[in-house]
């Protein structure tokens, strides 16, 4: 079934069936792998992107159920103009091997948008879901409150 879908602010027409996984729509279909495949379970994060502006794992989406916007890694700026989240990783040296790292800022993004002042604990439980197999959890704490900061004029 033809469908269209918004994907980073421009309508895009997909063919494929209604179960297959966002995920390998948006690798595979749209060109966009920024959003990385991690476990196709919804269990590492790898695969987060934003629909209807809300965090999701991507892998767990079927294509017939997206009902709204989907932003991913490369919507939410460039290695020209970067986000504000993304200048606060890259500030607070957090990538190490970089896998984890889309899913990560989509995450964060996600939580910032609904609480521009995270504590610690806030931090921790939004990114609960987000595994970091190269353990930046500590840089990853201290981007999201630079990028908190920063979101604050501070």
Same mark, same amino acid.
């Given at each position: 079934?033809?469908?269209?879908?918004?994907?980073?602010?421009a309508d895009r027409?997909?063919?494929?069936?209604?179960?297959?996984?966002?995920?390998?729509?948006?690798?595979?279909?749209?060109?966009?792998?920024?959003?990385?495949?991690?476990?196709?379970?919804?269990?590492?994060?790898?695969?987060?992107?934003?629909?209807?502006?809300?965090?999701?794992?991507?892998?767990?989406v079927a294509l017939?159920?997206?009902?709204?916007?989907?932003?991913?890694?490369?919507?939410?700026?460039?290695?020209?103009?970067? !986000?504000? +989240?993304?200048? *606060?990783?890259?500030? %607070?040296?957090?990538?190490?091997?970089? $896998?984890? /790292?889309?899913?990560?800022?989509?995450?964060?993004?996600?939580?910032?948008?609904?609480?521009?002042?995270?504590?610690? !604990?806030? +931090?921790?439980? *939004?990114?609960?879901? %987000?595994?970091?197999?190269?353990?930046? $959890?500590? /840089?990853?704490?201290?981007?999201?409150?630079?990028?908190?900061?920063?979101?604050?004029?501070?």
């Open positions: 079934m033809v469908r269209v879908i918004s994907v980073n602010g027409q997909v063919d494929l069936p209604d179960e297959v996984p966002l995920l390998w729509v948006l690798r595979d279909e749209l060109g966009l792998t920024g959003t990385k495949y991690g476990c196709g379970v919804g269990a590492c994060g790898a695969c987060t992107v934003h629909l209807g502006g809300v965090a999701v794992r991507s892998c767990q017939g159920d997206v009902d709204g916007p989907v932003t991913t890694i490369e919507g939410i700026g460039t290695p020209q103009d970067p !986000a504000l +989240i993304q200048q *606060a990783w890259i500030d %607070n040296q957090v990538p190490q091997c970089g $896998y984890c /790292q889309s899913g990560q800022i989509m995450q964060a993004a996600s939580l910032l948008a609904e609480n521009p002042a995270p504590s610690d !604990a806030e +931090i921790d439980a *939004a990114m609960s879901g %987000n595994l970091c197999r190269c353990g930046t $959890y500590k /840089q990853i704490r201290a981007a999201i409150h630079d990028a908190a900061r920063r979101l604050r004029g501070g």
